[in-house]
């Protein structure tokens, strides 16, 4: 798949469109994500144009991965969530319902979060 730099994280990341912004660096950028799934929900992107993790990990160099990693522990720590705990999560292609084509981690906490995935997936479709 390559990447399409019309979509919304590109233009946040040019500037186009505005965010909400927590926290940014040479690596990455993150913010609140426009339509929060818990109290505290944050996406952190990679400065760079990739698709995904599959993308991300196959071809950014070394210093944006250890870059952008770094940024999703800083983010959670100035979040205060490190003690009381949080969930990350990234989505890659159509079984995860992906949505953004611009790999980002989302960063959930502010709450009990519960357990990781649907209780009720019986194994089937
Ligand atoms: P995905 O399903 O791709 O893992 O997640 C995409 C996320 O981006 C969703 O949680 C959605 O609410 C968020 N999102 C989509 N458009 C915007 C936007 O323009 N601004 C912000 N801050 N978040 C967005």
Redesign the pocket.
């Known amino acids: 798949m390559s990447y399409d730099d019309k979509n ?2 590109a233009k ?1 990341l040019r500037g186009e ?1 505005p ?2 912004k927590v926290y940014e660096d040479d690596h990455a950028l993150a ?7 818990a109290p505290v ?1 944050v ?1 952190v992107i990679p400065k760079g144009a990739y698709v995904s993790m599959a993308d991300f990990t196959a071809n950014a160099p070394e210093d944006l991965m250890v870059g952008f990693f770094r940024a999703v522990g800083l983010v959670a720590d100035q979040l205060d969530l490190v003690e009381p705990g949080y969930r990350i ?3 890659h292609g159509p079984d ?5 084509p611009h790999l ?1 981690i ?1 960063i959930f906490g502010g709450k009990r979060l519960g357990p990781m995935l649907m209780r009720n997936w019986d194994g089937g479709e």
Request: some cysteine; charged content about 10%.
């Open positions: 919304v994280f946040i469109i965010c909400n913010f609140h994500d426009i339509n929060p799934q929900h996406l999560m990234a989505n995860s319902h992906q949505e953004v980002h989302h």
